[in-house]
């Protein structure tokens, strides 16, 4: 229905007795769905806000167990509705999810999503050295790490290693930091340049930066902050396009599972080449690549807190689809995720913090009128 991207205006018609057939439609069944039985509907409504955030938050409270406190200040790019706790209760904010909740009511839990226990990633990758040795890394170890010759690794303790500065003679050895699924690290190579890198990600980079260029090649998604060296230019090379800079802060998301390739800045400017195709992208800007058809354009970033959540510890979702939001969440809490059948057609805005265990999320998911099947760490779902 077209008209649930217009409920504010279809209740302020229904307040002044202008509405359409369809809007007063929409204005009964956005209430009612909120209820278990049908009631006359107020004639003021003007605080329906405020009767939304109740009837949400005792929904969610009693069908959840996640305990949902107010916030003084509305999450960002959310309508009607703010609840910070259990960030996903937002996912609900769209009304399309609201009709669908009234049309399939709730399913009872499966056995195991009632004892399913997903927790939060964290600070792990696996560092692999030049002659193939791999060293586990986590957020507790600290101090040096034993390396080629005169390569000066550090580990501070906090989910990031460090490349010492090393003479231009030194011998250049290749490495990669991989991070697993549920795993997310940090990165400063030798040349100052700061990197995060999110969950399922592999970057490689050389122990030190010689020639006329500083070249590193990246699967998945990492945040950079680039040291300024404009007689060195800073390139990245992802899937079929290469990002070159000389000091700047951008997003680069490049994961292999045929997903839009997505390059978000945030400070100076970055040139993206694909093939014979070049784009210069200032801050506020971002390009995509469709990795199926090769098509390379140019928008401006409609928000750029969603494009960095994931470096700050949060999901944020802008009218995403479900299947962009499960991939986010299988890498992050490290499960397999089917769909039985066509994927559902939702588009969902929210935010929540990604310290939160992904049992509760999918419990909150469930009043979407989605059903989940758990076997092991793969999750099914169904309509």
Not at 65 to 88: D, Q
Not at 222 to 243: L, M, S
Not at 315 to 325: E, V
Request: aromatic content about 8%; charged content about 20%; proline content about 4%.
């Amino acid at each position: 229905m077209a008209a649930h991207n217009n409920l504010s205006e279809a209740i302020d018609h229904y307040l002044d007795g202008t509405a359409s057939g369809e809007e007063r439609e929409l204005v009964n069944t956005w209430y009612h769905a909120f209820d278990d039985e049908q009631t006359v509907i107020p004639v003021v409504l003007k605080n329906y806000k405020e009767i939304a955030n109740k009837k949400l938050k005792e929904r969610i409270e009693a069908s959840t167990g996640v305990k949902i406190s107010p916030m003084e200040t509305p999450v960002k790019k959310v309508n009607y509705f703010s609840y910070a706790a259990a960030c996903a209760a937002v996912l609900l904010i769209s009304i399309t999810l609201i009709l669908y909740v009234k049309k399939q009511g709730d399913r009872p839990a499966s056995n195991a999503m009632a004892t399913l226990d997903l927790r939060p990633g964290g600070y792990n990758a696996i560092l692999t050295l030049s002659d193939g040795k791999a060293i586990t890394l986590d957020s507790t170890a600290t101090g040096n790490i034993p390396a080629e010759q005169k390569t000066m690794i550090s580990q501070s303790g906090n989910g990031q290693i460090v490349y010492q500065p090393v003479t231009a003679t030194s011998q250049v050895y290749n490495h990669t930091l991989t991070t697993p699924l549920g795993g997310l690290y940090q990165l400063k190579l030798s040349d100052g340049t700061k990197i995060w890198l999110n969950a399922g990600s592999t970057i490689k980079y050389p122990s030190q930066f010689s020639g006329n260029e500083r070249k590193v090649s990246l699967t998945g998604e990492a945040y950079f902050e680039v040291a300024k060296n404009k007689g060195k230019p800073f390139r990245v090379v992802c899937q079929d396009q290469t990002i070159e800079v000389l000091g700047t802060h951008f997003n680069i998301k490049t994961y292999s599972d045929k997903s839009t390739v997505k390059t978000s800045l945030l400070e100076g400017s970055v040139k993206v080449n694909h093939r014979s195709e070049e784009l210069v992208l200032k801050p506020g800007q971002q390009s995509s690549l469709d990795p199926q058809t090769g098509l390379l354009k140019k928008q401006v970033m409609a928000d750029a807190d969603a494009a960095l959540a994931w470096k700050n510890g949060e999901f944020n979702f802008d009218s995403a689809d479900i299947q962009s939001i499960m991939s986010e969440f299988s890498r992050w809490y490290n499960v397999e995720v089917v769909f039985q059948g066509p994927a559902p057609v939702y588009h969902l805005s929210g935010t929540y913090k990604r310290t939160l265990n992904g049992a509760a999320l999918l419990k909150v998911f469930q009043l979407t009128g989605l059903h989940f099947t758990v076997e092991g760490r793969k999750i099914i779902i169904s309509q």
